[in-house]
């Protein structure tokens, strides 16, 4: 006699994956035509899936307003539950696919300088030496909040502690000179002291969306370390330009359009080449301001995490941030 299953009441009950996911990606982006594009959908299709789950749950999980859109109080409710356990379904499957795969998957995290300036350039050549890895390179400026679901097995940034976990060690200190292009120092033979450099072009690192937990050093900080006030700026000055994205004020420089404040552990590499000159020798050495590397604990026995680990270090070691006067 065959033994027939009895009807499963949760899986029966359960909504439709599609609509859920749907619903994430609308939730997410507060808008179904940005949902719909993140999903290679169209918008009509993520409204259709959203009302057979309202209807499905008896609940109006959006408030509609224009193209925007926000959660009601039971969509709020919906999307806690939901987004964490869609994680969690991403996470498994993503540790099922890289066990599959012959390939060692690596998350390494970076600011965006760091990444353009210093570890594109070099990539390469670590590709060429280890081509059993695949690099998933994760940029942020806020390394105290990571989104969900991105854990990495490696993080270089400011923080000695930046997670839970992880174990760190220091790369580099901060050493901070001003550069620019040797065509601009050729045009400008005025700029042979600090105090020239005050009353020149100067392009600015500004605060804004930087992150919380780096100091901030500007025009202003590094001028008044020698004894120099901006403030004192003649009013018919060259332009003072202020942008928060280091790339674009390094761009600016090597356009040959002012002085930027240089990083060394970022345009070092650019002034022993020739690209980028110091105008003048003095530099801001902040020996307790140090860049770490940190190995998430957990992959300490994976065979392509040491190798990542190894090389970063091997590259940007304790030597590497070493002054160049």
Known sequence: MVKHTEPDQTLIKMPSLRAVKAFVAAARYQNFTRAAEALCVTQAAISRQIREL?????????????????????????????????????????????????????????????????????LPSFFEAHPEIDLNLVVTQNFLTMENGV???????????????YHSQALMHDQIYPVCTPLYLERHPELRTVHDLRDGALLNLSPFGRSQVAEHVDWMVWLAYHDIDLKARPADSPPFFNANDYNMLIQLALNHQGVVLGWNHLVGHLVKTGVLV?????????????????????KQHDAGCRRLHEWLLGEFGPDFGQELD
Do not use: W
Not at 81 to 86: G, W
């Open 54 to 122: 309202e209807d499905h749950l008896g609940a109006e999980l959006f408030n509609r307003a224009g193209r925007a859109v926000e959660l009601t109080s039971a969509g709020s409710i919906f999307y806690d539950a939901v987004q964490l356990s869609f994680t969690n379904i991403a996470q498994a499957a993503e540790r099922i696919s890289s066990n599959s795969n012959s390939k060692h998957v690596v998350t390494l995290c970076c600011s965006q300088a760091f990444a353009n300036l210093l570890l594109l350039p070099r």
């Open 278 to 298: 110091r105008p003048v020798k003095q530099s801001m050495v902040l020996q307790d301001s140090k860049h770490y590397l940190s190995f998430n604990e957990d």
């Open 151 to 165: 854990h990495p097995d490696l993080i270089i940034c400011k923080l000695v502690k930046s997670h839970d976990g």
